[in-house]
C-alpha cells in the first residue's frame, strides 16, 4: 500500500484531472492481484448462475475452492442476518436452503470485502469507511424487503441484491480510501473545514463524486450492469428525482430507493452524536419515500446485534453501535395492548439504569449477573434462566442458578461441553465461542422456544453465559425489540467482567 499511499500526495500537488485519477486507480487495481483475482470468482459464480444448467454441485465447488469462504458463508447464513431456527451445516445445503443465486452474490460480497480486512483492523479513517459499507449493505438489504419484494431474489427474507448493492454503491470510496489514504484523509479535512458533506470534498478534490468512482470500480471489476443502474437511481433520488425512470428498470429503481435511504441512515449512525439527528433522518426519509417509521426503527434498532454478527462471519473487530441505534427499535408501540407494552419498557428501563449504574460503580460481577437474569425474566417475560460458568479448564460450563421450573432439574449437577466436544447446534456454546448473543439452535429443554443466551464477557475474559427460553410459546422468534435489549444486557455483562478482569 505505500506505492500508491505516496502517489496519493502527488495527486494532490498536481491536481489531476478526473480521467487521470481513474487511470490511477484502475492501475492500482491491476498492480493488485488479489483485488482482480476476487473479481474473476465473482464472475466465476456469475456466469453460473446465468446458465440453466448449472447444478448446486457447481457452485459448491466454486466456494470451496476458495480458502476460508465457505467458513464464512456458514457464519453469516447462520447469524442474526438471516434468523435461522436449525443452523445450515455444509454449502451445499447453504445452497440448496438460500437459493443459487442469492447465495452465489452474497458470496461475491463477501470475497470483496475480505480484502479490506487487513487494513480495517488497523482502525483510522479507513476502519470507519469499512463500517459504513457494511452498514449500508445491511440496510440496504432490509429495506429493499421493506420496499417491497424482488423478482431477482425470490422471496428470501433478507434481500442479497440489496446488500450487494449497498457494498458497490460505497466501493468506490472504499477503494479510494484504500489506495489513496492521504486523499481520503484530506477530503475528510477538507469536509470538517468547510461543513460540508465528505461526498463534495471527494469531488472537489478527484473531479469524480463517490457514484462516479464506484460506477469506475464496477466497470473496471466487469461487474453486473444491473448495479449500475441501481446506483444511478439512488443518486437521482438524492439529486430529487421524485420518479428516477429515466431508462432504468422498475426493479433497480424500487433498490435504489432503499439503497438511498440506507446510505442515508448508515451515515448518521456512524457520525451521529445523539438520538435525535438520527430520528430526524428516518422521519425524513418516511416523508420522502412513503415508509414506515415503525418498520425502519424495528430495522434500525436490530442493526447492532446483525453488525456485530455480520463482522464476525469476515473475521473483523469493529467498534460496537452506539447504545442509542439498539434504542430505536423501543420508539414505537407495535400491535396489540400499546399501554401494556409502554409499561413492559417503562420496566426494562428501569431494570437497565440499575444494571448500568452498577457497571459504573463497579459493583461484583455476581451482583449484576443476577439483575440481568431478573431482568430477562421479569421484564422480558422468559419463562426459565439459566446461568452457566465456565470450568476452570474452560472445556465445560456448569450450571449455577436457575430462574423457572424444571422438572427433575438441578442446574448444579447440569454441564455441557465446548470447544470440539459441543454440538454444532448448541447456542451456549456458539455464544461463548463467539462473543456473541445467540437466538437460535437446540433449545436446552425439549419444550423450550424461543431462546436467546448471552455472553457473560467477550474474548478471554468470557466466565459463562446466560440461557433463557420461553415454554410452550407458539411465537416463532424473537422480535428485534427484544434482540437488541438482550444485546444491551450483554455489552453491559462484558464492561463488567472487563472491570474486574486481569485481560
Keep these: 500500500m505505500s506505492d500508491t499511499s505516496t502517489s496519493s500526495s502527488d495527486t494532490l500537488s498536481r491536481g489531476i484531472t478526473s480521467d487521470e485519477f481513474v487511470e490511477k486507480l484502475r492501475r492500482a487495481l491491476k498492480r493488485d492481484g488479489d483485488f482482480p483475482a476476487s473479481a474473476r470468482i465473482v464472475a466465476e459464480l456469475r456466469q453460473l448462475v446465468s446458465d440453466p444448467k448449472t447444478t448446486a454441485n457447481q457452485i459448491t465447488e466454486v466456494i470451496l475452492k476458495e480458502p476460508s469462504l ?20 455444509t454449502v451445499s445445503q447453504a445452497v440448496i436452503q438460500i437459493g443459487m443465486r442469492p447465495l452465489a452474490e452474497l458470496c461475491a460480497g463477501l470475497v470483496l470485502l475480505q480484502k479490506f480486512v487487513p487494513a480495517a483492523r488497523r482502525g483510522g479513517a479507513f476502519a470507519t469507511c469499512l463500517q459504513k459499507t457494511i452498514l449500508t449493505s445491511l440496510l440496504s438489504s432490509s429495506l429493499s424487503k421493506e420496499l ?23 466501493l468506490g470510496t472504499l477503494l479510494l480510501a484504500f489506495y489513496f489514504p492521504q486523499v481520503y484523509e484530506t477530503a475528510i479535512k477538507r469536509a470538517d473545514a468547510k461543513g460540508q458533506d465528505l461526498s463534495q470534498s471527494i469531488k472537489e478534490i478527484t473531479g469524480l463524486s463517490p457514484v462516479d468512482l464506484s460506477i469506475e470500480v464496477i466497470d473496471a471489476l466487469d461487474l453486473p450492469d444491473f448495479y449500475k443502474d441501481v446506483i444511478r437511481a439512488s443518486d437521482q433520488i438524492s439529486n430529487g428525482v421524485d420518479s428516477p425512470e429515466m431508462g432504468i428498470k422498475s426493479e433497480a429503481v424500487k433498490i435504489g430507493k432503499a439503497l438511498y435511504a440506507a446510505q442515508q441512515i448508515s451515515d448518521v449512525v456512524v457520525h451521529a452524536k445523539n438520538r435525535k439527528e438520527l430520528e430526524d433522518v428516518i422521519e425524513s426519509l418516511s416523508d420522502k419515500l412513503e415508509l414506515d417509521v415503525v418498520e425502519i426503527d424495528q430495522i434500525v434498532g436490530s442493526l447492532p446485534t446483525v453488525f456485530k454478527d455480520h463482522c464476525h462471519s469476515i473475521d473483523l473487530d469493529l ?15 407495535t400491535e396489540g395492548d400499546d399501554k401494556g407494552q ?61 430462574l423457572g421450573q424444571v422438572s427433575d432439574f438441578d442446574p448444579r449437577s447440569f454441564k455441557r461441553p465446548l470447544g470440539t466436544d459441543a454440538s454444532p447446534y448448541a447456542p451456549d456454546a456458539q455464544a461463548f465461542q463467539e462473543n456473541r448473543p ?41 422480535s428485534s425489540r427484544e434482540q437488541a435489549a438482550i444485546g444491551i444486557l450483554a455489552e453491559l455483562l462484558d464492561r463488567s467482567v472487563g472491570v474486574h478482569s486481569s485481560f
Design 70 to 89: 465457505g467458513t464464512r458463508v456458514l457464519h453469516l447464513v447462520n447469524s442474526s442476518f438471516y434468523r435461522r431456527a436449525k443452523p445450515i451445516m
Design 148 to 170: 417491497g419484494p424482488t423478482v431477482r431474489s425470490g422471496t428470501n427474507k433478507n434481500d442479497e441484491t440489496g446488500y450487494l448493492a449497498g457494498s458497490f454503491y460505497e
Design 438 to 478: 445467540v437466538f437460535n439452535g437446540d433449545p436446552l429443554f425439549d419444550d423450550g422456544w424461543p431462546i436467546a443466551v448471552l455472553p457473560i464477557g467477550f474474548g478471554q475474559r468470557a466466565i459463562g453465559v446466560i440461557y433463557c427460553d420461553r415454554v410452550n410459546c407458539a411465537q416463532v422468534e424473537l
Design 342 to 402: 409502554q409499561r413492559d419498557e417503562e420496566v426494562f428501563g428501569a431494570f437497565l439504569d440499575e444494571i448500568r449504574e452498577a457497571v459504573e460503580n463497579k459493583e461484583p460481577t455476581a451482583s449484576i449477573i443476577t439483575t440481568v437474569m431478573e431482568t430477562l425474566a421479569w421484564s422480558l417475560g422468559f419463562d426459565r434462566v439459566l446461568l452457566l460458568l465456565v470450568t476452570p479448564n474452560r472445556k465445560q460450563l456448569a450450571g449455577r442458578m436457575l
Design 319 to 333: 467498534p460496537a453501535l452506539p447504545e442509542f441505534v439498539s434504542a430505536m427499535s423501543q420508539s414505537h408501540e
